[in-house]
């Protein structure tokens, strides 16, 4: 049981738009920043998104992050099969002064 | 070019003893804290641990609490997780990280396996 929670697929045609939410409570998504990963099979994780809603420099502005309350949502515009991955968002908990990660949305774009 | 490399993994028997080692190169190191991240087979990501920049202060997540053991040494580029009594449910993909901003990491090794079975 992850301390934020994810849906656990999503799916959407390509060249749609589709949005993943994290759920969680004060002492992490509501008090802090939330981060937002992609991991493809095999490999390690990607950021997206870090500070809830700032890019990298090299991702795409296909992807974005917002954050309202207790919640967070990634957003990705554009689906391109090359973006059926795992994305996971995480947070620090400041209850348990460590981060904490949902359980993981599977992206299947169909 | 930015790179973690871990090492140090492999199989364990239960209740044993393993130290992961993470190479660090192209940035640096003392400017950053560090964390380790863990992937059980098919699972999502769990976080282990962090430490500081100078390695004053280290966390540790409840299910590894005095069992693990962070640390680091700037003037090698590397970062260390002492693991000792090792149980099944250690057994994970292990992936050190460099946190970028308010713990959003923007560089992961390729992960190291450890499995602890008899």
């Known amino acids: 049981q992850s301390v934020l929670t994810q849906p656990p697929s999503v799916s959407a045609a390509p060249g749609q738009k589709v949005t993943i939410s994290c759920s969680g409570s004060?002492?992490?998504?509501?008090?802090?920043?939330v981060s937002w990963y992609q991991q493809l099979p095999g490999t390690a994780p990607k950021l997206l998104i870090y500070?809830?809603?700032k890019r990298p420099s090299g991702i795409p502005d296909r992807f974005s992050g917002s954050k309202s309350g207790t919640s967070a949502t990634l957003g990705i515009t554009g689906l391109q099969t090359g973006d059926e991955a795992d994305y996971y968002c995480g947070a620090l908990d400041s209850s348990l002064s460590g981060v904490v990660f949902g359980g993981g949305t599977k992206l299947t774009v169909l | 070019e930015v790179q973690l490399a871990e090492s140090g993994g492999g199989l364990i028997q239960p209740g044993g003893s393993l130290r992961l080692s993470c190479a660090v190169t192209g940035f640096t190191f003392s400017g950053y804290w560090m964390h380790w991240v863990r992937q059980a087979p098919g699972k999502g990501l769990v976080w282990v641990s962090h430490i500081n920049r100078d390695g004053t202060t280290t966390k540790y997540a409840d299910s590894v609490k005095g069992r693990f053991t962070i640390s680091r040494d700037n003037a090698k580029n590397t970062l260390y997780l002492q693991m000792n009594s090792l149980r099944a449910e250690d057994t994970a993909v292990y992936y050190c990280t460099r946190d970028f901003s308010h713990c959003g990491y923007d560089v992961w090794g390729q992960g190291i396996l450890v499995t602890v079975s008899s």
């Open positions: 004060s002492s992490n998504i509501g008090n802090n920043y």
């Open positions: 500070d809830s809603n």
